[in-house]
């Protein structure tokens, strides 16, 4: 088993940044690629970033690219994602994922483990 837990989420104006991070512990591998998601009110979870085992691959998808950036500390075994200029629409409640794979995808079907989420609002 591989326990996630998030935090960093919460209320920012337009415009405005937040740093979301994502504890990884338990069973996991010694090297393996993770991933955030997100789902707004109303629409189905989507891909937002994802980054590999040795942070060389971090894709990102087109909405976000250029404001949000992932990274991650493997000594910290916390994965981060770091996310500027924020926009009405990126309200949704995000959630970081664990692949045993080494690569960075964005197919949700690649990922085992899921968090429990944490909320970001995007409102002035």
């Known amino acids: 088993q591989v326990q996630l837990v998030e935090s960093g989420g919460g209320l920012v104006q337009p415009g405005g940044s937040l740093r979301l991070s994502c504890g990884v512990s338990?069973?996991?591998?010694?090297?393996?690629?993770m991933g955030w998601f997100r789902q707004a009110p109303g629409k189905a979870r989507e891909f937002v970033a994802a980054?590999?085992?040795?942070?060389?691959?971090?894709p990102y998808a087109d909405s976000v690219k250029g404001r949000f950036t992932i990274s991650r500390d493997i000594a910290k075994n916390t994965v981060y994602l770091q996310m500027n200029s924020l926009k009405p629409w990126d309200t949704a409640v995000y959630y970081c994922?664990?692949?045993?794979?080494?690569?960075?995808?964005?197919?949700?079907?690649?990922?085992?483990?899921w968090g429990q989420g944490t909320q970001v609002t995007v409102s002035s």
């Open positions: 994922a664990f692949s045993y794979s080494a690569w960075a995808l964005s197919a949700q079907s690649h990922y085992t483990y």
């Open positions: 338990g069973r996991t591998s010694s090297s393996y690629a």
């Open positions: 980054i590999s085992w040795n942070a060389d691959s971090t």
